[in-house]
């Protein structure tokens, strides 16, 4: 009975020992990678818009105007009913 546990604590330890030779391995291996180069500055890339993305800029800027003239003809109105009321 007792060898049987001597046999048996003596094959965890073993697989325990494995278990972290392996794992120190791996992290020494995780840890020794290469530098990292410095970063350099790089030339922004120029955007162009596609027809697409065109299109949509130009629907953006005209619903912008009319939002705006709206808004100034509302205002010019609050004013004159402003006035009346003087």
Do not use: C, F, N
Request: charged residues 30%; without cysteine.
């Amino acid at each position: 009975m007792r060898k049987q546990q001597y046999e048996t604590s003596a094959r965890i330890a073993m697989v325990a020992l494995i278990g972290i030779v392996l794992s120190l391995t791996v992290m020494i291996a995780i840890g020794k990678h290469e530098p990292v180069q410095e970063a350099r500055a790089q030339e922004p890339i120029r955007w162009t818009p596609t027809p697409l993305e065109q299109r949509k800029m130009d629907s953006l800027y005209r619903i912008d105007a009319a939002t705006k003239s709206d808004i100034d003809s509302i205002r010019d109105m609050i004013d004159a009913i402003l006035i009346k009321l003087d």
